[in-house]
């Protein structure tokens, strides 16, 4: 066969696709579709919504995502450095590339403390 190696892969495609589209007709089918002012009401922490949905977010909120994305992207990236650097044997290059990534990362952390995204 040509596309042997490819033949389990194909069955798993189209099972996916196959359940997705069971899925969506079960749903489609079996929910309740009826709808009551409650419902359709703008949800915002369990209290009614106060004020206009297109308010402006303070720069604070943006910053502090920034914070945790930088420090999520670190911890990502260091586990696998590890496990190669110890394989590797400690090889000098792969350690400057990851102090090249750290020196960025501390400049981002930097620019968040003096920002004040840090300031509660």
Do not use: H, Q
Not at 25 to 51: H, M, N, Q
Request: aromatic share 22%; charged share 15%.
């Amino acid at each position: 066969m040509l596309f042997s190696e490819y033949f389990f892969f194909s069955i798993y495609i189209s099972l996916c696709i196959l359940i997705a589209i069971v899925l969506y007709i079960l749903s489609v089918v079996l929910i309740p579709r009826w709808t009551d002012d409650e419902k359709i009401s703008a949800y915002e922490c369990g209290f009614s919504p106060s004020g206009d949905a297109r308010n402006k977010i303070e720069i604070k909120f943006y910053l502090t995502a920034i914070l945790f994305i930088v420090f999520d992207v670190e911890v990502v990236f260091l586990f696998p450095w590890v496990l190669t650097f110890s394989k590797n044997g400690g090889d000098w290059a792969c350690f400057l590339v990851m102090c090249c990534f750290f020196f960025i990362i501390v400049i981002g952390y930097i620019y968040e403390w003096i920002t004040g995204a840090m300031d509660w």
